[in-house]
């Protein structure tokens, strides 16, 4: 089969034939790869960065995927040949205490689909069936591909937020790109709060207007200025910050309201905040991973009445390094989706 292989880090991945994956196992599954999107995360692995996530070289990326069974072991009943499924990129064990809690991210016994195990970028790819989820009637698997992390970590982070996105609270999103743009629909659907928008990319302010943002700022000098403005000076209730530089942290707390949250998913600066600060103003910071299996269901569901939707393009898998290129310059909008 194909597949693009890291083989060296911060060096453009190889396009190789390698062996298609069999069942190794009575719950193995393999699926054939309909749509893998194209994250951050497999910059950062490229980088060098998440050898802390179990990166070892060599490594298929790719850990959003969706397709169709391919072949499965004796033992497996989550779904048959020739079914269309979404991959849950976590491999869990069901048995310890953090899987039987729901929170199968944090797994005992943990890996990760494209991190620690290989992943989509390629033909086929091996998974355990606790990762299935089958996709409703009508929906291809390279238009929900991104749900499997983008999407499931904008749900899982909204989710939790949902009791303080109140009628007249006011939720601000920063950065509407692959994560952003679907938390900035989740705060719509799951909440009554208003929804500032925020991005230095005018291409993103306009999608997060055709989204439904309430308010979309990106252009002033100081942002954290304009939606204290909005508020009346009290500032936002609940800030998702989906950049995760210093300068994001710095700005996120400056627009944050007294007894406000503030919620990180992107990654990669220092939070840096007087404890004085956060008692006073009884501030709560928070970081987020990717969600759990039943939150990836949740997510599918809403996807499936039209709730939410994902903005993608498509490519095929031998432009990968263009792909991964043009992410890292930041001229994707949305989510990239390779097609072997």
Known sequence: ???????????????????????????????RIGGAGVCATDLHAIDG???????????????????????????????AVGDAVLLYPPWSCGLCVACRRGFDMHCERHEFTGLSRDGGFAEYVL??????????????????????????????????????????????????????????????VLGA??????DTDERRRRLARELGADEVLGEQGDVADAVRELTGGAGADVVLDF???????????????????????????????PSAGLVVGETVIA??????????????????????????????????NEVLDRLREGEITGRAVLIP
């Open 127 to 188: 998974v355990d069936e606790r990762s299935l989820l089958r996709l409703p009637s009508g929906v291809e698997p390279a238009e929900v591909a991104p749900h499997a992390d983008a999407g499931i970590t904008a749900y899982h982070a909204v989710k939790k937020l949902t009791p303080r996105l109140e009628p007249g609270s006011t939720a601000a999103v920063i950065g509407v790109g692959g994560v952003g743009h679907i938390a900035l629909q989740l705060v719509l």
């Open 287 to 320: 970081g987020n991973l990717v969600g759990s299996w039943i939150d990836l269901w949740e997510l599918l569901k809403l996807h499936g009445r039209g709730d939410v939707t994902l903005r993608t393009e498509t490519h095929p898998l031998e432009a990968v």
């Open 243 to 273: 950049v995760g530089t210093d300068e994001s942290h710095a700005t996120s707390l400056r627009m944050l309201a007294r007894r406000g949250l503030y919620s990180i998913v992107g990654y990669g600066g220092t939070v840096s905040y």
């Open 49 to 79: 960065l998440m050898e802390a996530a179990g990166v070892k070289l060599p490594l298929v990326l790719g850990h959003e995927n969706a397709g169709w069974v391919h072949a499965a072991g004796d033992g497996v009943t989550a779904a």
């Open 193 to 198: 709060a208003r929804v500032v928008a925020i």
């Open 1 to 31: 089969m194909k597949a693009a292989l890291l083989r060296a880090y911060q060096r453009p991945l190889e396009l190789v034939e390698r062996p298609e994956p069999e069942p190794s196992g009575p719950r193995s599954v393999v699926v």
